[in-house]
């Protein structure tokens, strides 16, 4: 992205304070895909990072990822896939629980989701501590899939998620990190 779209994304996120829990600086990303513009912006920037890598399938993280992963798979002209929180997947899911910055939680993914070979990338809003990424790349991989790399549109350094789960040999591109201050 170039500085004016940087701006114009930007301009579309508010951070809520002491959300979901005091201490906490939620980025809401909500305004960006309220914004035909700033959408188009961000789903364009994704599209870049992954430019030439065969991609087959997106993997959305509930429930931010959505929007964002179902826009990249149709730029990408691939399938699209949901990871869902504990319970809401119906026949056979891998089920993967997690720690967030504020508590812990679970994802599950259909067992037939992905399949052995295929390649996938995993899209979410914000990168925060790894934990919901990580289970993410957990899962696929249990499927036999190849994650590609983990895409956000915000990282959020000082958690330090992106060292965690490069550690792990995965991918990470974001976009943007929180303006200081």
């Known amino acids: 992205m170039d500085a004016t779209d940087e701006a114009a994304v930007r301009s579309h996120i508010r951070v809520v304070q002491d959300w ?12 960006v895909m309220a914004d035909a513009r700033a959408f188009r912006i961000v789903i364009e920037a994704l599209a870049r990072q992954v430019d030439g890598l065969q991609v087959d399938s997106v993997v959305g993280i509930e429930a931010r990822g959505f929007p964002y992963g179902a826009a990249l798979a149709h730029q990408l ?4 896939i949901t990871m869902r ?9 891998h089920a993967r629980e997690y720690e967030l910055e504020y ?3 679970t994802l599950e993914l259909h ?6 070979g295929q390649r996938v990338v995993i899209v979410d809003d ?20 190849e994650v590609l790399a983990l895409l956000v549109v915000m990282d959020l ?4 998620g992106r060292s965690v ?14 303006t200081p201050g």
Do not use: I, Y
């Open 20 to 31: 979901p829990k005091p201490g906490v600086s939620f980025q809401d990303l909500s305004g």
């Open 77 to 80: 002209g691939a399938g699209f």
């Open 85 to 93: 929180k504990q319970g809401k997947l119906p026949g056979l899911v």
């Open 103 to 105: 508590g812990t939680a």
């Open 111 to 116: 067992q037939d989701a992905v399949g052995s």
């Open 126 to 145: 914000v990168l925060a501590t790894g934990g919901t990424a990580g289970a993410a790349v957990d899962l696929v991989t249990l499927c036999g899939a």
């Open 157 to 160: 350094p000082f958690l330090e």
């Open 165 to 178: 789960l490069e550690a792990r040999g995965t991918l990470v591109h974001a976009l943007l990190t929180p």
